[in-house]
């Protein structure tokens, strides 16, 4: 028993002097801590580019395509994933242990097509409405090369879409080569392109982002108006450029837009060929009023006007009032008119609807006194 005493008392002893040395931060406790600190572990994406970083990498698809399985470090570094702490393993979920499995792809569109999906995982919002897009129905229709989440925003280079602003359009023109031309020669383009203006529009701004729309359709058209009221009806943002902000409202009281309206409210399925903005102004190729090459320059307006009224004669633009309101410096002609007929009108309206009713009174008591005994 006194053995056992013993032996017990030298082993809290020697605990009680373990836990002491290591308390006040002894060479020996350093040490032994230091022994079993864990080494620093190699980062998800590091440990990929050991392999991935090396630019020779590549393999041959099925197809013959050679498939380059090289990943930049630099892009990578400023991807917006990498930024965030975002490991390779959460998008690339089935290739996880090396080697690898092989790829069973045919062809790099298959793989781009396959790997995409990974995206829905965390922007399911976005996904969903890619689903209802023009380029989805595109892809249904069997276009395989219609875009996918990575072809606009990258896959190991994502970065904010919009810094530069000129990046959302550059990427557009990535596949409509023709169409992003027109607008870098538009005074929306060359805005963007030579000023960095923020405050004109791109791809996105009129198309949609995820959700795009045909813009072929007839709900699309008959709704352009509105869209292009979304800055042109602006007064601040008019007043800064020193245009009109009246050019919406001015429309929807002519003709044009009271037809237009009509159709909206009645037929909105239906295609009509009343005039809406772009086709006077154009599309993608709107050029300011005072541009010699605009559609709606004073040399050019009646050919413009001819596309609907081909009988159309050079009396035909001299009588438009174009968007600006009537004036008597402008329009002293229109202006006097319309004076007139907002006194002339009421002056015969008035005494019209007063004379009216003294017949109806005057018939009603007639009526009374025959009916007296």
């Known amino acids: 028993m006194a053995g056992r005493s013993t032996t017990v ?10 836990v002491a040395l290591m ?21 998800d994406s590091q440990a990929c580019l050991a392999c991935h970083g090396d630019a020779s990498l590549q393999l041959t698809l099925p197809s013959g395509e050679s498939l380059s399985l090289f990943i930049s470090p630099e892009a990578l570094q400023q991807s917006v994933h990498e930024q965030l702490g975002i490991s390779c393993d959460s ?16 062809t790099r569109r298959d793989l781009s097509r396959s790997l995409y999906l990974a995206c829905r995982t965390c922007h399911s919002a976005n996904y969903d409405r890619t689903l209802d897009s023009m380029h989805a129905q595109a892809a249904e229709a069997g276009l395989v090369e219609a875009p996918v989440c990575t072809d606009c925003h990258g896959a190991h280079d994502v970065r904010p879409p919009d810094e530069p602003r000129t990046r959302v359009s550059e990427t557009c023109g990535q596949c409509h080569t023709g ?15 030579q000023g960095e203006n923020p405050d004109v529009p791109v791809c996105t701004d009129c198309h949609g982002v995820h959700d795009i729309r045909d813009p072929r359709t007839a709900q699309f058209r008959i709704q352009s108006p509105e869209l292009c009221a979304g800055c042109h009806a602006d007064a601040e943002l008019m007043q800064k450029y020193g245009l009109s902000a009246e050019v919406y409202s001015l429309y929807s009281v002519s003709w044009h837009g009271v037809d237009v309206s009509v159709y ?6 239906i295609w009509h060929d009343r005039a809406v903005c772009t086709d006077c102004h154009g599309v993608h190729d709107i050029r300011g009023a005072q541009d010699p090459s605009s559609r709606v320059h004073p040399a050019n307006l009646l050919q413009t006007c001819r596309q609907c009224h081909p009988s159309a004669t050079s009396n035909w633009t001299g009588a438009w009032t174009g968007h600006d309101p009537v004036s008597r410096e402008r329009t002293p002609f229109v202006f006097y008119t319309q004076a007139f007929y907002r006194s002339f009108t009421p002056a015969v309206l008035i005494p019209s609807a007063a004379y009216l009713l003294l017949q109806i009174l005057r018939g009603l008591v007639a009526r009374i006194r025959r009916s007296l005994p």
Do not use: F, M
């Open 9 to 18: 008392a030298l082993s809290v002893g020697l605990l009680l002097t373990a």
């Open 23 to 43: 308390a006040a931060g002894t060479p020996l406790a350093r040490s032994a801590a230091g022994a079993r600190a864990p080494e620093p572990q190699q980062s």
């Open 91 to 106: 998008c690339h979920t089935g290739l996880s242990g090396y080697p690898h499995p092989e790829i069973d792809y045919a």
């Open 179 to 193: 169409i992003l031309e027109d607008y870098l020669g538009s005074v929306h383009g060359a805005a963007l392109i």
């Open 264 to 269: 909206k409210s009645n037929w909105p399925g």
